[in-house]
């Protein structure tokens, strides 16, 4: 036997278990980020911060389960004190470290990623960064007031300083 349909042949017998196993199926982690499927409009107010000006936030976002049904793909676009505004992230759940994800990019040029959890209809999203050598964390809290509608809050602390809110508003299915 040739050389290489020998090591094809091997490949194929080590492989076979592989492929035998079964594909992971979606858990009740990932049902729950179910919650945010769909379209959301939501309304807020920015405050005044180093972040951003304060004023009116108006946005839309549709979230939609990619292929599997492990993550929730999402697509927002809207009007911020700072102009309008685009945006994508991906929700999902880390089963190693037993906490949801949210990855996301803006048509700003901003890139972020959020960890957090539920307990009970209250989400808690946090992020840490480093802006001019201080290290900054962020929060977002957001409560669930029905199965179509949530009020958020979004917060940062600079150092070791208070937090500080920098937006808040509520949101509603469409």
Request: some cysteine; overall charge negative; glycine content about 14%.
């Amino acid at each position: 036997m040739k050389p290489a349909l020998a090591a094809a042949l091997a490949l194929g017998v080590l492989a076979g278990p592989a492929i035998a196993q079964e594909m992971p199926t979606p858990g009740a982690e990932q049902a729950r980020i179910g919650y945010y499927e769909g379209t959301w409009s939501y309304e807020g107010e920015s405050k005044d911060s180093p972040m951003a000006p304060g004023g009116k936030i108006s946005m839309t976002e549709t979230c939609r389960w990619f292929e599997g049904g492990f993550h929730l793909v999402c697509d927002s676009k809207g009007a911020t004190p700072m102009g309008p505004m685009s945006g994508h992230s991906v929700i999902g759940y880390d089963p190693a470290a037993q906490t949801y994800t949210m990855y996301g990019l803006n048509s700003r040029g901003e890139g972020y990623y959020v960890s957090g959890g539920v307990t009970g209809n209250v989400w808690k999203w946090t992020a840490e960064t480093t802006m001019d050598g201080t290290p900054v964390k962020f929060r977002a809290i957001v409560t669930e007031k029905s199965p179509t509608s949530y009020a958020f809050r979004l917060e940062m602390s600079a150092g070791d300083d208070e937090w500080t809110v920098l937006e808040e508003g509520a949101a509603a299915k469409k």
